[in-house]
């Protein structure tokens, strides 16, 4: 199904969700003076909009008004507003002209996409976010780093990661049983891609145990290769800041250490 109504996305690309939906709809974002870009995924075209949570913009009146939530992504479709990225992009899926292994028509196969999102919600999603809240990124939202709550979101994320190896990932190579990607791997590989914001022997070693899990996020890369690494960009430029940021921690550190 096509659709000639203007879409507009509004996104922020240090966002998983944002990614995910930015992915789907395989865009390119230009960097404008004005932070606009253009977006086209199977045929399907959008505007795209960044709105900065950092900046606070997600709670200014002209996106309000898009989404009363305060959050992002959300679209405009020819003024049908809508937020949350899985509701967002199997809504895609049905108006637009996509290929049907990103959320099938056939109802089983719907049903294991939509098993995983379900299971993503209350699973690697939250216990990714926790964890990388409370062990990093905590000091950017305007939060105290807390050790204890980090440990625990850890070995949450630990166990979502050994049910991705051992259950979505035990017979295909794709999390919903298909022999292509869904939806539901855009946005799990979406959020395991904020593991690059750890130092990256430690985000290395959390992975490590996981081949299965680790074959799959290099296959939805190279699949949706090159918009994978393009909409990343923004989250590879913070990762380098923190990099540079433990660095010049570390070096303090040596510097008011007592001398022997």
Same mark, same amino acid.
């Given at each position: 199904?096509?659709?000639?109504?203007?879409?507009?996305?509004?996104?922020?690309?240090?966002?998983?969700?944002?990614?995910?939906?930015?992915?789907?709809?395989?865009?390119?974002?230009? #960097?404008?003076?004005?932070? #606009?870009?253009?977006?086209?995924?199977?045929?399907?075209?959008?505007?795209?909009?960044?709105? $900065?949570?950092?900046?606070?913009?997600?709670?200014?009146?002209?996106?309000? @008004?898009?989404?009363?939530?305060?959050?992002?992504?959300?679209?405009?479709?020819?003024?049908?507003?809508?937020?949350? $990225?899985?509701?967002?992009?199997?809504?895609?899926? @049905?108006?637009?002209?996509?290929?049907?292994?990103?959320?099938?028509?056939?109802?089983?196969?719907?049903a294991c996409v939509d098993?995983v999102l379900d299971w993503?919600?209350? $699973?690697?999603?939250? #216990?990714? @976010?926790?964890?990388?809240?409370?062990?990093?990124?905590?000091?950017?939202?305007?939060?105290?780093?807390?050790?204890?709550?980090?440990?625990?979101?850890?070995?949450?994320?630990?166990?979502?990661?050994?049910?991705?190896?051992?259950?979505?990932?035990?017979?295909?190579?794709?999390? @919903?049983?298909?022999?292509?990607?869904?939806?539901?791997?855009?946005?799990?590989?979406?959020?395991?891609?904020?593991?690059?914001?750890? #130092?990256?022997?430690?985000?290395?070693?959390?992975?490590?145990?996981?081949?299965?899990?680790?074959?799959?996020?290099?296959?939805?890369?190279?699949?949706?290769?090159?918009?994978?690494?393009?909409?990343?960009?923004?989250?590879?430029?913070?990762?380098?800041?923190?990099?540079?940021?433990?660095?010049?921690?570390?070096?303090?550190?040596?510097?008011?250490?007592?001398?022997?």
């Amino acid at each position: 199904m096509g659709s000639s109504r203007n879409l507009t996305l509004y996104v922020d690309l240090l966002s998983q969700p944002c990614r995910a939906v930015t992915i789907f709809c395989s865009g390119m974002i230009d #960097d404008d003076d004005d932070d #606009d870009g253009h977006a086209r995924v199977n045929e399907i075209e959008a505007d795209v909009q960044i709105v $900065s949570f950092l900046k606070k913009e997600t709670r200014e009146p002209p996106f309000l @008004a898009i989404n009363p939530l305060g959050q992002v992504p959300a679209i405009d479709d020819g003024g049908f507003t809508l937020s949350e $990225s899985h509701t967002i992009m199997r809504y895609l899926a @049905a108006t637009r002209k996509v290929a049907d292994h990103w959320y099938p028509e056939d109802l089983e196969k719907r049903a294991c996409v939509d098993r995983v999102l379900d299971w993503q919600h209350g $699973s690697i999603d939250r #216990d990714a @976010a926790q964890f990388l809240v409370h062990r990093e990124l905590a000091p950017l939202l305007g939060r105290t780093k807390n050790p204890t709550l980090a440990a625990e979101a850890e070995d949450s994320l630990k166990q979502s990661l050994k049910t991705m190896e051992t259950v979505w990932l035990k017979d295909s190579p794709f999390l @919903a049983r298909g022999s292509q990607p869904s939806i539901a791997d855009i946005s799990s590989a979406c959020q395991l891609q904020h593991l690059k914001l750890l #130092d990256k022997e430690e985000s290395g070693a959390l992975l490590a145990p996981y081949e299965k899990v680790k074959a799959w996020m290099v296959a939805v890369e190279e699949f949706t290769a090159p918009y994978f690494v393009e909409v990343h960009g923004e989250l590879e430029k913070l990762a380098k800041i923190l990099e540079e940021r433990r660095k010049s921690e570390a070096e303090a550190e040596l510097e008011t250490a007592p001398k022997l």
